[in-house]
């Protein structure tokens, strides 16, 4: 079992930035892929960016060059660093991860943390 908590919402205007934390708790062995997604108001949830256990990377590709997804497997955190930020940007987001163990994969989500960018 993992526990995902979010951080680092808050309220900023376009053009700004935020860190997004995701703190992992419980039993942090074979997880090997986490992530962040995203969810405007309205609309379906989304990828944001993937990281694995590596440190390999993938983002959407409309969010390619501002924002960037880190891992620090010593303090089993992902965080999410967004620089110039959009009032389309706005949404709760949600860390993820999947944990392999044996055949299986288990889907683990967090709570969510609200970022909204104004204008």
């Known amino acids: 079992q993992v526990e995902l908590v979010e951080s680092g919402g808050g309220l900023v205007q376009a053009g700004g930035s935020l860190r997004l934390s995701c703190a992992a708790s419980g039993s942090f062995l074979k997880v090997n892929s986490m992530a962040w997604y995203r969810q405007a108001p309205g609309k379906q949830r989304e990828l944001v960016a993937t990281?694995?256990?590596?440190?390999?990377?993938k983002y959407a590709d409309s969010l390619k060059g501002r924002f960037t997804i880190s891992r620090d497997n010593t303090e089993n955190t992902v965080y999410l660093q967004m620089n110039s930020l959009k009032p389309e940007d706005t949404g709760v987001y949600y860390c993820?991860?999947?944990?392999?163990?044996?055949?299986?994969?288990?889907?683990?989500w967090g709570q969510g943390t609200q970022v909204t960018v104004s204008s």
């Open positions: 990281i694995t256990s590596g440190g390999s990377t």
């Open positions: 993820y991860a999947v944990q392999s163990i044996g055949p299986r994969d288990y889907q683990y």
